[in-house]
């Protein structure tokens, strides 16, 4: 079935609206990051404090892009333990709205309305990640006290949890997303061969 | 994901389906019977291809974290990105020393680590090409045109890191983190969207 060069040009149109919508998009996650770390320092260390008893995980802003990882219980020089980039675990949300926002064919609604599923589910995935770090820290990055408090099983297990979060899933988060919702629509999109 | 979305999605990919999976011709109570049955039927290639998608993701991603794997695969290869970097840099004058995976000159030093050598993206554009319904074939030409374009691109962002830390230092985290993992995953991405469009695409079917 031969298609018109008006569909045939749907690929083509989208990956320039990906470029139109990037920057954007990119200045918007900009100016709303501090906002952001913010919350989810304080989303992550609550979801911490839900698996520990005491309840001794304290999250700090260290600034602007980084938070720092505390233990009431744990004293060290520095006055923390480990700090975390904020701003690195968030920001594939830039690929995530320009290539939503960037589908052609579909009404601006409904757009916005999908953007805003995929964008929750990756608000629950950023506090799981930060969850993972502040586990993973612990588990392997505090010399005796984790191997005291951690057998090589979780070692391993709060380790390789981190590593799959923090890179392939991270990094493909949008990807997976968009096709997850727009798969049905790039598939009979494509040319012909 | 909200039902509009997927009522309207449903044509297409059933149009991109067999016509044997239409059901126009069953009672409507048998249809009733049968949504499950559609919903899972009509998203078949969206649940396969990331099923897959993940899959490969966690798989790769755990093997290249085994110690044997890293150090006697990724580690040589870190290496040759580093070198490839050094050779690029020197080309533009910037008068590199190498020493091991650390590209130094008087101005800046940087480590090419795990993360700076495009193996990441590589997994990602890996995973997205072999779980998209296409020929092998297709698939081959996609996997060795891919993975050399990420290679070329992960280059020139491995010089343009290096050149913003030498003359522009405070932009660098950013840059290394933010700016330049966008603009990789970006291209990773987009390749794959090019791939599919061009060498990919679902062959119409033939009226015999």
């Known amino acids: 079935m031969a298609k018109s060069d008006k569909e045939k040009s749907w690929v083509w149109v989208f990956l320039g609206g990906i470029l139109i919508w990037i920057l954007p998009v990119a200045a918007l996650w900009w100016y709303a990051t501090p906002v952001y770390n913010m919350f989810l320092t304080n989303s992550a260390e609550n979801l911490v404090r839900l698996t520990e008893r005491p309840k001794v995980t304290r999250l700090l802003e260290h600034d602007k892009h980084h938070l720092v990882i505390t233990r009431t219980d744990f004293a060290t020089a520095r006055g923390w333990l480990d700090s975390v980039r904020t701003t690195d675990v968030h920001f594939p949300l830039i690929m995530l709205g320009a290539f939503f926002l960037a589908v052609p064919g579909v009404s601006w609604k409904q757009r916005f309305e999908n953007l805003g599923w995929a964008a929750l589910i990756s608000v629950f995935f950023h506090i799981f990640s930060l969850f993972f770090w502040v586990k993973f820290v612990y588990a392997t990055q505090l010399g005796e006290w984790s191997a005291e408090h951690y057998t090589v099983f979780w070692q391993n297990f709060w380790g390789l949890g981190k590593h799959l979060i923090d890179l392939p899933f991270k990094l493909a988060m949008p990807l997976l997303l968009w096709t997850a919702f727009y798969f049905s629509k790039l598939v009979p999109n494509l040319k012909t061969t | ?208």
Not at chain 2, 39 to 49: H, K, L, S, V
Not at chain 2, 113 to 132: K, P, Y
Not at chain 2, 167 to 173: G, Q, V
């Open chain 2, 1 to 208: 994901m909200s039902k509009k979305s997927r009522s309207k999605s449903k044509p297409s990919a059933k149009s991109s389906a067999s016509a044997a999976e239409s059901s126009a011709s069953q009672p409507a109570a048998e249809e009733s019977n049968a949504e499950p049955e559609s919903f899972w039927r009509a998203r078949r290639q969206e649940i396969t291809f990331l099923t897959v998608f993940i899959l490969i993701l966690g798989g790769g991603f755990t093997l290249i974290s085994l110690n044997w794997v890293d150090s006697n695969v990724i580690a040589p290869f870190t290496g040759g990105v580093a070198k490839a970097s050094g050779v690029a840099l020197n080309l533009i004058g910037q008068d590199i020393e190498m020493q091991g995976t650390v590209i130094r000159n008087n101005r800046f030093a940087v480590n090419i680590m795990n993360g700076c050598n495009g193996v990441e993206t590589m997994i990602i554009f890996l995973g997205a090409v072999l779980a998209f319904p296409a020929s092998w074939k297709a698939r081959g030409i996609g996997l060795v045109l891919g993975l050399i374009a990420i290679q070329f691109v992960n280059l020139i962002r491995v010089v343009a890191l290096f050149l913003t830390g030498a003359y522009y230092p405070k932009f660098f985290d950013s840059s290394h983190t933010v700016v330049w993992q966008t603009i990789v995953i970006l291209f990773g991405v987009v390749l794959w969207i090019f791939w599919a469009n061009r060498y990919a695409a679902p062959k119409p079917a033939l009226a015999d």
